[in-house]
Nanobody, 118 residues
């Protein structure tokens, strides 16, 4: 059973930093695309960043480029999202996602709240 458990959210002032973690378990995540999405109140869930578990290639939405960094630790089976220079617009519930290769399956964590005050 795949489990994705996020942690690291909280309340921070604008300009501050947070690091989110996603502990993945239940299968081998080789070749998976691991991602972070977010959903603000009244808005649809949107893509933030992803990383190829194997080769470490990353991709970011334009609004977080240069501020957020996604990474992974193979030893700890964990994906991170380092968020710097946070803005009030970054306020949302952040979700970890795992997409296995060659299937329509997609796995989600329960989410962690990030609130950025102005």
């Amino acid at each position: 059973q795949v489990q994705l458990v996020e942690s690291g959210g909280g309340l921070v002032q604008a300009g501050g930093s947070l690091r989110l973690s996603c502990l993945a378990s239940g299968r081998t995540f080789t070749n998976h695309i691991m991602g972070w999405f977010r959903q603000a109140p009244g808005k649809e869930r949107e893509f933030v960043a992803n990383i190829n578990w194997n080769n470490g290639n990353t991709y970011y939405t334009d609004s977080v480029k240069g501020r957020f960094t996604i990474s992974r630790s193979n030893a700890k089976n964990t994906v991170y999202l380092q968020m710097n220079s946070l803005k009030p617009d970054d306020t949302a519930v952040y979700y970890c996602n795992a997409d296995p290769p060659g299937t329509e399956d997609s796995y989600w964590g329960q989410g962690t709240q990030v609130t950025v005050s102005s």
